[in-house]
């Protein structure tokens, strides 16, 4: 024994290993030059090491504070070490102070405390890390100022030792043949492969291979099994960067801060991922999932996978609704509602809409809108939206078996998702995570605060009360905004009917839904930000107990309040507006003044559409591409600006930065969870209201075919490159997305038989209509009402308006006339419609839960050729296994004397021949 | 090389082995003299090696067939190899042909040709058995004639491979200390602990464990970690079988014919569950799971923990139920309506309730069932039904819970189930179970159908058409004997009808009720049977491709036709029964003669309870404890008296058989699908219509505490002991559990708007009642009609029967009156009625819904301790492997020469010593 701390190799000295960045057949696309380049700074000084993970970290100014620290460094060490104790004692790290930005410079005194504190710390911490094996480079005398970098390899052994531990599946030696399949199933999948030619991208390894490698669990006994001919580029850089990753996060310290290290290596790859992937002009193409995977690990892959299989799904959404929007307007002439209100011999007099201000008015002047309903309701509509929810299950299990396939062709099969039993670490890593952004200030609050938390929880205390209180508030204040907006729309409308013009009024009217939707999208995008950030302090006072069950409990707070947001005023229109209206005479008020809001003539369908498109497509114009695209160009120019007041050779210096240095720039990856947000909202607008819309899924459509490429460039290239996690299933979004399909069946069954007229129209056709057609139904839908009923003071102003004497007007509603025994109240016809509205809903809703279910367990979640795969790589296995040990066998036999009773010696050799295993653990090689 | 064939040992020479039994602490309910009868038989001739697997089979008696085997294996000789040769042409064994036993035994020439075929390929499949190093012995002169047993003995070598390749989890030498909780939790738990003593079983192992041992999956080449100090008690017998039964499953051959085998080795640790689990006395204790699942593995472990914690559950249910009933009870004589209809004064006239032959009559009479109904039919019953509702899904989530303990404490976590994506096995095994039972005949030609169709499956053709016909014709059958029995009633009530004395009358028809009742029953048990054939053969002809795949469809397919089988009659009288029955004068017919039937006054749910208490309690009385009970006793005697008439010195005979003998002659385990079937179908009866029959959940438990210990009996005593059979959970049987929570949703929804009158008093007490109380109410709830509005020939025989002129009498339905415009036509009442119910329905299945999904989401799916101790055996197994790893570092750093710069060598070294690793597949140990 030399002594512990001799054991590990000094980063400056070289090791032996040589590592050509990337495997060959990747570098094609590269010039020679660009190779070179595209290397630097992905060594270590000795040229051979390449760096798998870089940490980063703030230093002070060297020429503001570097004699100050050294200063303090003595003069504060005492106290420094005395709170270092203190806090030893509290078992658990300080609250993370702010850091040394421009802005609070002027503290410059207690900031040595904290400078000191932190280099203090990331000492130990690189100690341990050095302890684990991993070999560092310090880089402080970098060209950017304030940001020194921590350059981390992992030699050989330490990545056998870590992929061994994670149980990493690498591929073997074993090569094997996946069958085509042959008959007719083969020559149909071969003409749509010609046939989807085009639509592939230019990677070669998207391409039918047709051997594929076995795979099994790496560990170091079972070497044998594997190519490691080439070492360099046995484990990948986003392997070894997510190994890095895994011993950092188990790496104890007291107290240590970096700032999440960036990922490098972003080379060839790059290169072809940036031409095949992120790029608009490849729309049109399959995405190269194998690349982001290989890029960017598996988490990142299955949502670019989902995204694309979702956006792949909505072409035949978008084309049945197409279709069945043209079908509406090719039906608008033939539908005889429409056809009846519109006729001019058919001139009934309808009833004042509000009390006193309004006049009579003749029904044809609803004729417009009574045509444009018909655009989103009729028959078809009821088809679609039964589709729909067959197509939301449809995409459901494609996605398991997409999954799957997935699982499958990433070795993931087998893995275990270990993170589901995992406490929230308490480790170095989770302080590491500390964003340092200058820009930042709010999120870094939260994060500390989170960081101080995370210690609560481990004494396990009960969740803080309080917590329903508050999202019930968070929803109380949607609903009010809502209301706040209905009462602006019923106030504009009042005084719109004071106005006498009737062109201005009809067009105002439009003006005021229009303006009224605007406001309501704008609402919705401030509270969208608001309620982000309550989500997330929600789910820190109720102090999870793991990371993931902290990620899905923020996803699912945030879920639910985004949801809120958005769907409230779209629900409120589909459902309540116009529902508890009264009747002439006795119209229903709110406040004693604020009517309630009534729709047009044909039912809420038109509003409901409007309202849904401005919503759907402003949220993704502003909210999506603006907000995705401006911001994070924004904060780039903001952190370009800053750095560059720092220092003063700026341009030279740019153009020798480091490739890590040039990353630093970058935002970092702030997680998934925005990516899967804005698409669930999505669906939801997809499949919620489907009935009333049917255009949403070419909306939708049109949106992702963008969104797919401005995610891929964000990701390849305004982002630093986040650690390749691994990931076998999408997690709760799945869950999120049932929840979303299973909402959507409710309200398309209630959109469908209480706004739109279907239940109307069959309820006229099949119990009251004399000859069975639909003639009669507009007579039909409305009530009598007798002028001389009108209280005093409710009687229209100007009861002459129309050019003669009024006496009975109509108004829509099922209600008795006013010479029955009982004028005005609800009548039979009213509860028969509506116990068949309730009958529909019913029907509805149990028969389309049916459907989806049969559809659900009639396709199988695991495709038939894969699991003929595994089933294959399994029997291989067991025989690459059976002949090894028959080769052990054989050897041992040949060892044996051979005097013709050589089976009678099996016995005693089987016995000696483990004991050496028995201890061979601890001198692994016989030298 | 002494030539391949002598790489194993022989099955005649003594091996090195000891094998005492079990592990000591099991023995201890055994005197020393028991223990040595008991291991009679449990080891080869040698009296070393223990035997782990048996398999039998059939072989010609002596006394009649061996000369003539002698001869006809020369003279047929060549005709034989033809025809084997033809099979192994077409690529498939014969399909197996009946074998010999005494029925057949005129055609003994065929006979020959197929017992020579037999044991060549008998032979065969031993000789492969042999290379995968498994030792064999025959005993073909045992005392039972007709019957071969070929004991097999797994040596160690064999058992650490196969235990590596199916990565079985051991535990290791690492034990560590399960942390108790602190605190009041603690407190608390020792408490209920303290309270629950008697309730445990006399188990040790079953109390509160301190330490446990880490477990992990073994490897030969991680031996060290395990304690493999006692060899022969490391794998444990369970476990030994299992392996067996995989090396069988797996071996190849052309063509082998073997009864199942038995699995041996039911002695102390039988003795023990036999005292402390298959025992009546005992009935009120938890089951010694862990036992369980030592003795049959995991499989049949989950089926009685599961079956336990339903039983458990049941124990809040019933209780909640028992109340539910009482307070029906205890309100019956404060219940407005009843009172009103009991009421002397108010004596309504009714019209007669058929045409012609009946009479009016007095609404007293409807006194009796108007109370009775009111014990099923009051607010409680519609909190229990949502308590019930809310119950299922608990049970669920606790299952989950339950399940996740399990696997943690049987090492499952991690393993996986691999059957997923296995294909059918086409080896040996699927013909070494066919069963070679003579008096199970039709078993046996299925079974052959399917050992022949299996091969089709791998040519992959389409299912074959016509299976949905098929099934559908079984449920058509199942409504066509409902049907029947409907008519029988309805044709004794008209026969009743005219029967002129009032009290037999009604004695009678309450006797139609019961024997109606008992008809549908009979019918059920039978078509169970018929059902139950069917559904196999279905799936037969499906062809699926897995056997998990084949036991679903099986285990689906059975599943529905008994649960529509079961269900059919009852949903008839809750749904159908009294809707369409017309109004008197007009009363509705089918076939011309036969009316509709119709309920009692205050609704069909008390026939519904009848209905449904007599198929319960005759199911679980006739079907599971009759069947379960007597029909396995009979199997035994039939076998026992068939084998007494093949042999004469029976007696003496019978005291000395070893116990693989004596086994031979139980039940074969057929599966635990009849076991989960009856329990769930029982689930069916406790959820779906809780709403009229609050005492289900009683009934149910009594029967379970029986049904536990019944079926304990059975696989402890009276069955072969089966293969242990890993499992994570129970599979198909969860979703189908969900499935029937689901629709008892719906269904009680139904039931409780449409079956029972809440919903009209409700309308009532609040539309309707002019001083909000139910006083009134059925009153409101009758019509009038006008005798004069009888046609000719529909007006009562005897129109003075009551006494005196009837000018108007009354009927329940919502109807105008004879006075109105529109008379005898459904009223506005009716309407609104229906709007309620139908929103009932509604709202009710939509909360239910939500709550469930509530109570799903917010109980863990992982109990607490459980994921907090994953947790920590993750970081010991970290840490246990990371001192192993420097330990290897230091020995390696010892041996090299220590000049001060030691850490500089670390590289070169780590390369150096990973090359003898590369080789060292080739020779393991270096001697």
Request: proline share 6%; charged share 20%.
């Amino acid at each position: 024994m030399c002594g512990s701390s001799s054991v590990y190799q000094n980063k400056s000295l070289p090791s032996l290993m040589h590592s050509p960045l990337l495997s060959p057949q990747l570098l094609n696309s590269l010039t020679p030059e660009e190779n070179t380049q595209c290397q630097h700074g992905l060594y270590f000084q000795d040229g051979e090491r390449r760096v798998d993970y870089i940490l980063t970290y703030h230093i002070k100014k060297p020429s503001s504070s570097r004699s100050n620290r050294q200063s303090s460094r003595f003069t504060d060490n005492a106290f420094t070490r005395s709170l270092r104790r203190g806090t030893a004692r509290l078992g658990r790290p300080p609250p993370p102070q702010p850091r040394g930005d421009p802005e609070v410079a002027s503290q410059d005194h207690s900031m040595d405390y904290h400078e000191d504190d932190k280099r203090y710390r990331r000492e130990e911490f690189e100690g341990n890390l050095r302890d684990m094996g991993l070999e560092l480079e310090k880089d402080e005398d970098t060209k950017t100022p304030g940001v020194g970098f921590v350059k981390i390899h992992a030699p050989w052994h330490v990545l056998c030792r870590e992929a061994e531990f994670m149980k990493l599946k690498m591929p073997t030696k074993k090569v094997y043949e996946v069958k085509q399949c042959s008959g007719v199933g083969a020559k149909i999948n071969t003409l749509v492969n010609k046939a989807t030619e085009p639509l592939h991208p230019n990677v070669e390894e998207n391409r039918g291979q047709h051997v594929k490698h076995l795979s099994y669990a790496f560990s170091r006994e079972k070497q044998h099994l594997f190519d490691l001919s080439d070492r360099d580029s046995f484990f990948d850089s986003k392997t070894r960067a997510s190994i890095v990753f895994e011993v950092l996060k188990r790496t104890k310290c007291t107290k240590a801060k970096y700032s999440m290290g960036n990922n490098p290596l972003r080379c060839s790859l790059f290169q072809l991922l940036y031409e095949e992937w992120a790029s608009y002009s490849v729309f049109y193409k399959y995405q190269p999932i194998g690349l982001v995977r290989k890029y960017f690990g598996e988490k990142i892959g299955l949502y670019f996978a989902w995204l694309g299989l979702y956006t792949q799904m909505l072409i035949p959404a978008s084309l049945v609704g197409v279709i069945v929007f043209l079908y509406g307007c090719a039906t608008v002439d033939n539908n005889i509602p429409s056809m009846e209100i519109c006729h001019p011999r058919n001139n009934i007099t309808m009833c004042p809409l509000c009390d006193r201000a309004c006049n009579y008015w003749k029904l044809k002047e609803a004729c417009g809108t009574a045509r444009a309903s018909h655009l989103f309701d009729n028959p078809a509509t009821v088809f679609f939206s039964i589709f729909m929810a067959l197509w939301a299950a449809m995409f459901m299990e494609h996605w398991k078996r997409r999954q799957m396939r997935l699982n499958y062709e990433w070795d993931l099969t087998g893995f275990e998702e270990e993170e589901v039993s995992a406490l929230r670490s308490v480790s170095c890593i989770s302080l590491l995570f500390v964003s340092e952004e200058p820009t930042n200030k709010w999120k870094q609050t939260v994060q500390s605060a989170m960081a101080g938390l995370k210690l609560v929880l481990l004494v396990s205390s009960p969740p803080p009360p309080g917590l329903i209180p508050v999202t019930s508030f968070q929803i109380g204040v949607t609903f009010a905004i809502v209301f706040g907006v209905i009462l602006y729309r019923i106030s504009i409308t009042a005084a719109l009917h004071m106005s006498n013009n009737p062109t201005t009024r009809s067009n105002v009217r439009l003006m005021v839904k229009t303006t009224a939707a605007i406001i309501n999208l704008v609402v919705i995008l401030i509270l969208d930000e608001v309620y982000g950030a309550v989500a997330r302090w929600l789910t820190v006072l109720e102090v999870p107990k793991t990371d993931r069950s902290f990620e899905e409990r923020l996803i699912f707070k945030t879920f639910v309040l985004k949801f809120v947001n958005a769907f409230t005023p779209i629900i409120y229109i589909a459902f309540f507006r116009g529902r508890l209206v009264g009747r002439p005479g006795s119209y229903l008020y709110v406040f004693e003044s604020y009517r309630m809001e009534e729709c047009a003539h044909g039912g809420c369908l038109m509003e409901l559409c409007i309202q849904l498109s401005i919503t759907m497509l402003g949220k993704q114009l502003i909210q999506n591409n603006l907000f995705e695209i401006g911001i994070p160009k924004l904060k780039k120019l903001i952190r370009y600006i800053k750095s560059k007041r720092r220092s003063f050779q700026e341009e030279e210096r740019e153009k020798k930065l480091q490739r890590y240095e040039t990353d630093h720039f970058l935002e970092p990856f702030a997680g998934l969870t925005p990516e899967y947000m804005e698409m669930i909202i999505q669906f939801g607008f997809v499949t919620l209201f489907v009935a009333s819309f049917p255009l949403a899924p070419l909306f939708a459509l049109l949106n992702n075919i963008i969104e797919i490429r401005l995610d891929a460039k964000k990701f390849v290239a305004e982002l630093r490159r986040p650690v390749a996690a691994r990931a076998k299933d999408i997690g709760i979004w799945y869950n999120l997305l049932r929840g979303v399909a299973k909402v959507a069946v409710i309200i398309n069954a209630f959109v469908i038989s209480f706004t739109s007229d279907f239940i109307p129209r069959l309820v006229y056709q099949y119990m009251y209509s004399p000859d069975g057609s639909m003639h009669g139904f507009v007579n039909h839908t409305m009530s009598y009402f007798n002028v001389s009923d009108f209280q005093d003071g409710k009687e229209p102003m100007d009861p002459h308006h129309l050019g003669y004497q009024v006496e009975m007007c109509r108004y829509k509603d099922y209600r008795e006339p006013p010479w029955s025994n009982t004028p005005y109240v609800v009548s039979k016809e009213f509860w028969a419609v509506l116990a068949a509205r309730l009958a529909f809903v019913i029907v509805f809703q149990n028969v389309v839960m049916l459907m989806s279910d049969i559809v659900d367990w009639l396709i199988p979640d695991i495709p038939k050729d894969i699991s003929l795969q595994i089933h294959k790589e399994k029997i291989l296995m067991v025989e690459l296994f059976m002949k090894e040990e028959q080769g052990k066998m054989q050897f041992i036999d040949s060892m044996t004397p051979c005097d013709g009773k050589g089976r009678n010696n099996h016995a005693p050799i089987a016995r000696s021949r483990s004991i050496p295993h028995t201890h061979s653990h601890t001198h692994a090689n016989n030298f």
